[in-house]
């Protein structure tokens, strides 16, 4: 992937592959992204989820031995809570639903349902094949397995409710990892490349793909991928970062 410029605006901030072909075409990938500010990320923390509600930065972290979910002050990045998971645990997505929250794990086939205050365990469930991402969408939560797939589940029970298949330009689009859910729409970080892109959640299409290779810190290496993506409540801003990143970014997305 080339590494494009980025359109940096400093503004201080308290929160800091086939052609494309027929109808559903869509423009590249853009990368003007601006960079509205930024925040110390805790370069210990291998992000598998990211959410920011009521002020409250909530982060999953995974490896086995190593997964945490987090709550962190998204104006200075300080952990401010954490509760590790059991050391075979695996963490994967998160998302906030009221006030509990969910954290699936990647191969142990395990959703806990948390106290969103205490980050204490409340139910755990079992579902079958991998958990990647996870969002809260409209009364349903949407989760991704690294395939082509998007499952939507119920936010009380976890059962699954249905499935979306996503495409770009009518070629299924395979690696879905980390998910935000807003505006009736799904952002979606591709495991091991320098994009997200967003997802109309009824028909499965790519309506936006931005590339975000400008913003990697220059020392980190290419394995610790980009890796959490929360939306800024009230406004049309992200906070994104990676896995092992140094820094949380502040950004706003050129969509068309």
């Not at 365990?121 to 349903?140: F, I, M, N, P, S």
């Not at 998007?150 to 409710?161: M, N």
């Not at 689009?173 to 980390?178: A, I, K, P, Q, Y």
Request: with cysteine.
């Amino acid at each position: 992937m080339r590494w494009l410029p980025v359109v940096v605006v400093f503004v201080l901030s308290a929160a800091c592959t086939a052609a494309p072909s027929g109808p559903e075409q869509h423009p590249p990938p853009s990368s003007g992204v601006e960079v509205l500010g930024s925040i110390p990320h805790d370069p210990e923390a291998f992000t598998q989820g990211l959410e920011l509600v009521d002020g409250v930065l909530y982060e999953g972290t995974g490896l086995e031995g190593r997964s945490t979910i987090r709550r962190v002050d998204p104006r200075n990045g300080q952990v401010t809570k954490q509760v590790d998971l059991a050391p075979e645990l695996f963490g994967e997505g998160i998302t906030v639903v009221g006030d509990e929250l969910w954290q699936i794990t990647w191969q142990n086939g395990v959703a806990i349902r948390r106290n969103r205050e205490t980050l204490e365990e409340v139910k755990r469930v079992t579902y079958e094949g991998e958990g990647w991402g996870l969002c809260h969408d409209a009364g349903r939560l949407v989760m991704s397995d690294g395939t082509e797939e998007l499952r939507f589940r119920d936010p009380g029970t976890f059962a699954e409710t249905g499935r979306v298949t996503v495409k770009r330009n009518g070629v299924p689009l395979v690696r879905l990892n980390e998910l935000e859910c807003v505006g009736g729409q799904v952002w979606a970080n591709l495991w091991q490349l320098d994009e997200v892109v967003r997802i109309d959640p009824a028909s499965g299409n790519v309506t936006a793909t931005v590339d975000l290779a400008g913003i990697r810190p220059p020392d980190v290496p290419r394995t610790d991928v980009l890796n959490g993506i929360a939306a800024v409540p009230g406004t049309d801003e992200f906070l994104v970062t990676g896995k092992n990143w140094p820094t949380t970014f502040r950004v706003r997305f050129p969509t068309g």
